[in-house]
C-alpha cells in the first residue's frame, strides 16, 4: 500500500494530472488508484490486463481495519504531489494532518501515513 500510494503520487507529476487513491474498509478490504478526471483505471505495468484493484484480504490476508479519511474522502494528488481530500484546488481540501490507513493481520496493526503539503507516505 506504502508503495502504491508514492507511485500515485509520482504519476500525478509525471503525467500533470489527478491521480486518485480510493480506500474501502473491511469487509470490503480494497484500494485502487485511477486518474481522477476520468476515473480511468490505471493499468499495472506487469499485467496490461488487470485493472489496479487490491484486495489486500485475498491477496495478503490484511485487512483494512481503519482510516482517517471521512465518507467520501479519497487522496487525491494534483500535478505537484500535493495530496487533497477532494480532487479540486481549494485550500479547503488539503490534508489538515497526516492521514493514515490502517491494515491488520491477526493481531498486529500497522499504519500508513501521507503528510499534507509534501504528501510524503511512511509508517511510522
Do not use: C, H
Amino acid at each position: 500500500l506504502q508503495a502504491d500510494i508514492k507511485y500515485a503520487q509520482s504519476l500525478a507529476m509525471s503525467k500533470g494530472t489527478w491521480v486518485q487513491v480510493k480506500v474501502n474498509l473491511d469487509p470490503i478490504n480494497t484500494y485502487a488508484v485511477k486518474i481522477s478526471t476520468q476515473e480511468v483505471d490505471i493499468i499495472l505495468p506487469e499485467n496490461l490486463i488487470s485493472t489496479w484493484e487490491v484486495n489486500t484480504k485475498t491477496t495478503y490476508g490484511v485487512i483494512i481495519s481503519a482510516t482517517s479519511l471521512k465518507t467520501g474522502e479519497n487522496i487525491n494528488y494534483n500535478w505537484l504531489g500535493r495530496p487533497y481530500l477532494f480532487m479540486n484546488m481549494n485550500p479547503l481540501y488539503l490534508f489538515p494532518f497526516d492521514e493514515f490507513i490502517a491494515l491488520t493481520i491477526g493481531s498486529k496493526t500497522k499504519s500508513v501515513f501521507v503528510t499534507p503539503d509534501t504528501g510524503r507516505v511512511y509508517i511510522p
